[in-house]
């Protein structure tokens, strides 16, 4: 006997037809039924036990595109952004539009816009209802094609939300590096107070012998809900670096797909969060190991207080012939309070025999006999909680390979230890 559960407001306005943005009418209307079979995922889902969307998802949030800001508006959400004097070049997203008129495009690298292009090879990861909802709503995005000797980097995406009423804002990316290409994207999400969701997808391919370093910020709204996917294949001798800092949002939910298509590659995915309130953030990662001699890192060092709450489900699965890999994962939370909680649930999948693979995950206080060092040398309790914070904050900036990007995060980091008087 089958129980019917009834749809929520924000399942009912998903499943109206009407609301399908023009074009890709065939592979929009695919990705729609794949997520009106299911609804938004919910506790009983075990990947989504600590997340459960369909009751975070509390009312309607109908689908929008576009809407115009005004400069105020667009200087002051701008500004979150640490990548403006480092990237050579910016691609605005306002409201899940391109805008065009606040962009610099790259000259040199093949860029266009998801509203402007009639076909793009987008692939849809089985039994996923957030990248069905992406592809049936998604009003805009980037599709760059990088070659070997491409120039421009680094470039810049920029997602700016602020919707005039509750909205879910849908946006897609797809990134292509051609053989031996290099290239740096930075992504940058952030957003008003206003009650909304984000929903963001990247497609990234790596070429035979290219490199790709991404860094996102993720600083939405206090309101907001965000969830994004990351999906990416590498072929032989491809390299990845991505790296997500995580400050914004009520609820976010990031996910990253790697799958290894090619021998001697190699990919680092690691991360940080600096929360407090009540804001919950759940990164899920799933690395495949489906070839032999490649190498996965994943590094993610998680800052909570109050009563805020981090989670980390990491798994890595090794195929049967994927002899010789090598993969590891971490995962370290430091909790400022009693109501703060971190919950980790590392895996590994392993049916090859000559693998070299670990996980290991850790959640406390801070070290006593550290801060006791550091109040005996004179440094009085504040800053001292304040150094240790940002010492743990920095480990996992370590992964980035720009310089200024980390001065950069570092320096937020420290901002955020002002706001909450650790400073």
Request: proline content about 3%; hydrophobic content about 40%; overall charge negative.
């Given at each position: ?118 076909e793009v090879d987008f692939s849809l990861r089985d039994g996923d209802v957030v990248d069905a ?291």
């Amino acid at each position: 006997m089958s129980t019917l559960i009834a749809k929520t407001a924000a399942e009912e306005v998903y499943a109206e037809l009407d609301n399908l943005p023009d074009g890709y009418g065939d592979i929009r209307q695919s990705a729609h039924s794949a997520f009106a079979e299911h609804g938004l995922p919910h506790r009983r889902i075990e990947e989504w036990k600590w997340t459960d969307l369909r009751r975070i998802v509390d009312q309607a949030y109908p689908p929008a595109i576009g809407g115009e800001i005004s400069a105020a508006t667009y200087d002051a959400l701008s500004a979150h952004s640490p990548f403006a004097d480092i990237a050579a070049s910016r691609l605005v997203f306002v409201n899940g539009r391109f805008d065009g008129g606040r962009s610099n495009l790259p000259q040199n690298i093949s860029v266009q816009m998801l509203s402007d292009t009639p076909e793009v090879d987008f692939s849809l990861r089985d039994g996923d209802v957030v990248d069905a909802l992406n592809l049936a709503y998604a009003s805009d995005g980037a599709i760059i094609k990088i070659a070997k000797g491409d120039s421009q980097n680094p470039i810049e995406l920029l997602f700016i939300t602020a919707p005039e009423q509750a909205s879910t804002i849908t946006t897609r990316n797809v990134i292509e590096l051609e053989e031996g290409a290099t290239a740096t994207v930075f992504e940058t999400h952030t957003g008003s107070d206003q009650a909304y969701v984000t929903n963001s997808v990247t497609e990234i391919k790596i070429g035979k012998g290219a490199s790709m370093h991404r860094v996102r910020l993720q600083e939405d709204g206090s309101s907001a809900i965000h969830l994004s996917n990351t999906t990416v294949n590498l072929a032989t001798e491809a390299k990845l670096q991505d790296f997500t800092f995580t400050l914004g949002g009520a609820t976010v939910r990031n996910q990253g797909f790697v799958t290894f298509d090619g021998e001697n590659a190699s990919a680092n995915v690691s991360g940080s969060y600096m929360l407090a309130g009540k804001q919950h953030v759940d990164t899920t990662l799933l690395v495949n190991h489906a070839v032999p001699s490649c190498q996965s890192r994943e590094l993610f060092k998680c800052v909570m207080d109050e009563n805020s709450r981090g989670i980390f489900q990491g798994k890595v699965i090794v195929a049967r012939d994927a002899q010789k890999t090598d993969g590891q994962q971490s995962a370290n939370a430091l909790l400022l309070s009693e109501g703060a909680e971190f919950d980790a649930k590392p895996e590994l999948e392993i049916y090859a025999d000559d693998v070299w693979c670990g996980h290991g995950a850790t959640s406390g206080d801070l070290d006593e006999n550290q801060l006791f060092y550091l109040k005996t040398r004179g440094i009085p309790e504040t800053q001292a909680k304040a150094l240790l914070i940002a010492a743990f904050a920095a480990a996992a900036f370590e992964e980035i390979e720009n310089e200024a990007v980390r001065d950069a995060f570092n320096e937020i980091a420290q901002s955020w230890l002002s706001r909450r008087g650790e400073g």
